[in-house]
């Protein structure tokens, strides 16, 4: 078991969650994949420009970006080696989500270290949310693979951080990435056991590191299975519009659709644009960082999220480190 201590920024909320409308092409009957991965892990990385990153994304375009679950489902899609899901397009995955009726997210003051995350992958423009988290480099933030890599496919670009977004505000302003990480696992073949990825952020004007402005939560991982989470996010699918921070909190259980994945789902009814945000370990936004917003169902208000182990925390140390 690895843990990493917390250095949680006091604030009282996060981001995260993005549910993917997944459909089962039968019912999967392969047994889960190990929670460790492949015998060989690596990580794969890519150096990004980020001249301009910053201006590129005006308050139009952010309000116009498409939740980045729709990256899921077409990286399932390109080839992942599991053959029994379908990715549609995101939407609510209950009937409780619809206009009138309450949804079982619920509403958040901002945190400072949870925030939204905005990029451009082949020539459009997408959201996810992503979680400031404890690093070397103090400069590192969580998020989804599907939010870093196409999976197989193209790194994002002009790729930037956006802490503590409330209603268009950005209060710490727009961090731009120079850095993204994910699985090799991810970055070829689109696998969803290692949908998770790591950007290494900037410093801001005033030379000043990500996390010593607004601070960072810890990190762990080899974890047990069946705990109990919080997760945030920003969903903008309706009935939700992506301009507030969501929760869920709940008890985890594996994905019995497609067991191969080796994910973990809470009750959770957010819809695109969650993607990416952090899992906290126990009730509320105190915890340490144990998964991410990865995919969900149609027709079921569970969010699943990737086992972090061996092969995700490489992948965060280089990043950390980097």
């Not at 080839?79 to 009726?101: D, I, W």
């Not at 079982?104 to 988290?133: D, R, W």
């Not at 103090?138 to 890599?149: E, F, K, L, R």
């Not at 073949?189 to 990825?197: A, S």
Request: hydrophobic letters at 35%.
């Amino acid at each position: 078991m690895t843990r990493t201590r917390s250095l949680a920024s006091g604030l009282l909320t996060f981001s995260a969650a993005a549910v993917l409308a997944l459909t089962s092409a039968g019912g999967a009957a392969a047994a889960p994949a190990p929670s460790d991965g492949d015998a060989n892990p690596s990580v794969a990385g890519v150096t990004l420009n980020a001249g301009g990153a910053a201006d590129y994304w005006t308050p139009e375009r952010m309000q116009t970006a498409v939740p980045g679950d729709t990256l899921a489902g077409k990286a399932l899609g390109r080839g992942n080696r599991s053959s029994a899901a379908l990715v549609e397009k995101g939407k609510p995955s209950s009937t409780k989500g619809t206009k009138g009726k309450p949804t079982m997210a619920q509403s958040e003051n901002p945190v400072s270290h949870i925030g939204k995350v905005f990029f451009t992958l082949a020539g459009a423009n997408y959201v996810c949310s992503g979680n400031a988290v404890a690093s070397t480099n103090g400069s590192t933030v969580a998020t989804a693979g599907h939010c870093v890599n196409e999976g197989p496919g193209a790194y994002a670009t002009n790729f930037i951080f956006v802490p503590a977004y409330d209603n268009g505000a950005a209060p710490y302003g727009k961090w731009t990435a120079n850095a993204l990480y994910a699985p090799t696992q991810w970055v070829s073949n689109g696998d969803m056991t290692y949908d998770t990825g790591f950007a290494v952020m900037d410093p801001d004007s005033n030379g000043d590191r990500l996390t010593d402005v607004v601070g960072g939560s810890g990190t762990a991982f080899n974890q047990a299975r069946g705990l109990t989470y919080t997760s945030y996010g920003y969903p903008a699918a309706a009935p939700f519009n992506g301009e507030t921070l969501k929760s869920c909190t709940g008890t985890a259980s594996d994905d019995p659709n497609n067991p191969q994945f080796g994910t973990q789902g809470i009750p959770c009814d957010m819809t695109g644009g969650s993607s990416g945000g952090p899992w906290f370990i126990g009730i509320g936004s105190d915890g340490l960082q144990n998964s991410i917003n990865s995919y969900g169902y149609n027709g079921s208000s569970v969010m699943y999220g990737p086992y972090w182990g061996r092969v995700i925390q490489d992948t965060f140390k280089r990043a950390a480190k980097s």
